[in-house]
């Protein structure tokens, strides 16, 4: 079994950002020392604290730092303390601007149901049954990335947000997509606005012109309003579902949603700098010093990690393991909780996972994890 080296770039950013952060690579540290790995954890400032820190969301030396990382792990960034400053200076500035330098044009949102999770999805149990299923949201181009603009004119006030794709843009992120679904259940859902946008127009068409070089996957394809609704009444019937990168944004928190909390999902970033790894559950600024937090999903982000960016799949699972393991014994954080549950912290939940694996080592010797 291979000793890997690896350089991670932590950016913890804001909120409960860093909370979570922390926690996560408490286990990746673990893991480097039961699995012989050397995992270099360097910090740099992002978003909100990097502008309280250096003046600038995103500093050249956090820049530089995540184009020399193997991988990186963002917390969260934003909050109400920087509400008020224009768009281009504002802690999410930070975040677009590292999907755009480092060309990270795929993102990847597993939703999964946990099985000990399966009643507290807001959906009605016999709809919870086969929650599985991956967005892959484009997320380099489109209105994010459009030109942002305020005019006034004779007192009147008008905004301007350009969208644009280049057949390019949507044919790399649709490929990752059709791999994915290659991988899983064959079963690809491509959604766009195609009766109203030109962009969507030109996305439908070549995600059709692509589906001939992956004949094994069914391609069906839906307007953003209906998937929106399937998502709600029919959740079981995705596998891949492709969007551009605001559609993503918002059916992602949506779809997070149903697993019965947006804490528990973690994300993939991937393009032609290093990959990404982030909890999709933002700043949540409200929750902040109370340990409350759920650290969850930024735990499955070390594990998507050490699995899609170093090809560590054992340890992986021995996180994954440990994290079903508590929750099968009934620990939860607030946000996750129902009446039967034991209510612990952040910082007491992610001591439980620590001592689950370390419990798991001892029952694995003296074969240990394959390694
Ligand atoms: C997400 C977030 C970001 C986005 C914000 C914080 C800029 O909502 O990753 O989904 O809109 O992309
Ligand atoms: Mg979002």
């Not at 792990?73 to 920087?82: H, N, S, T, Y």
């Not at 999709?280 to 937090?293: E, F, Y």
Request: charged fraction near 20%; include cysteine; charge should be negative.
């Amino acid at each position: 079994m291979e000793r890997m080296t690896k350089t991670i770039a932590l950016l913890p950013g804001d909120g409960i950002g860093p909370e979570v952060i922390f926690a996560a690579a408490s286990l990746l540290e673990d893991c480097g020392t039961e699995f012989g790995h050397r995992f270099e954890l360097v910090e740099f400032p992002l978003g909100g604290a990097a502008i309280d820190r250096c003046g600038t969301p995103l500093p050249p030396e956090t820049l530089e730092g995540c184009l020399a990382a193997d991988a990186i792990l963002l917390g969260a960034v934003g909050g109400p303390r920087w509400d008020a400053l224009p768009l281009d200076k504002r802690p999410e500035s930070a975040l677009l601007g590292l999907r755009k330098k480092l060309d990270l044009y795929a993102n990847l949102r597993p939703i999964c149901l946990h099985e000990s999770l399966s009643t507290i999805s807001p959906l009605k149990l016999e709809r919870t049954r086969k929650i599985d299923f991956e967005i892959v949201r484009e997320l380099a181009g489109g209105l994010y990335f459009g030109t942002h603009r305020m005019e006034s004119e004779n007192g009147v006030e008008r905004a301007f947000d350009d969208i644009t794709y280049s057949t390019a843009e949507v044919e790399r992120v649709a490929r990752f997509a059709f791999a994915r679904a290659e991988a899983r259940s064959k079963r690809l859902t491509s959604v766009d606005k195609a009766n109203i946008l030109a962009t969507s127009v030109l996305w439908r068409k070549t995600v059709e012109r692509l589906a001939a070089d992956y004949p094994e996957v069914s391609v069906q394809h839906l307007y953003v309003d209906n998937a929106a609704m399937q998502l709600v009444l029919a959740p079981e019937q995705f596998d891949v579902i492709l969007t551009s990168n605001m559609f993503g944004d918002i059916l992602s928190d949506g779809a997070a949603a149903l697993t019965g909390s947006i804490g528990l999902i973690p994300s993939m970033s991937w393009g032609f700098g290093p990959p990404l790894f982030e909890p999709i559950h933002g700043s949540a600024p409200t929750l902040v010093g109370q340990d409350r937090a759920c650290p969850i999903g930024a735990i499955l982000c070390t594990s998507m990690m050490l699995r899609q960016a170093f090809g560590l799949s054992a340890e992986a699972e021995w996180i994954e393991s440990a994290v079903d393991h508590v929750l099968a014994r009934g620990y939860r954080t607030p946000d996750i909780a129902d009446v039967n549950s034991s209510v612990v912290g952040c910082s007491e939940f992610v001591a439980l996972v620590r001592a689950e694996m370390q419990a798991s080592v001892k029952q694995q010797e003296p074969y240990g994890w394959g390694v």
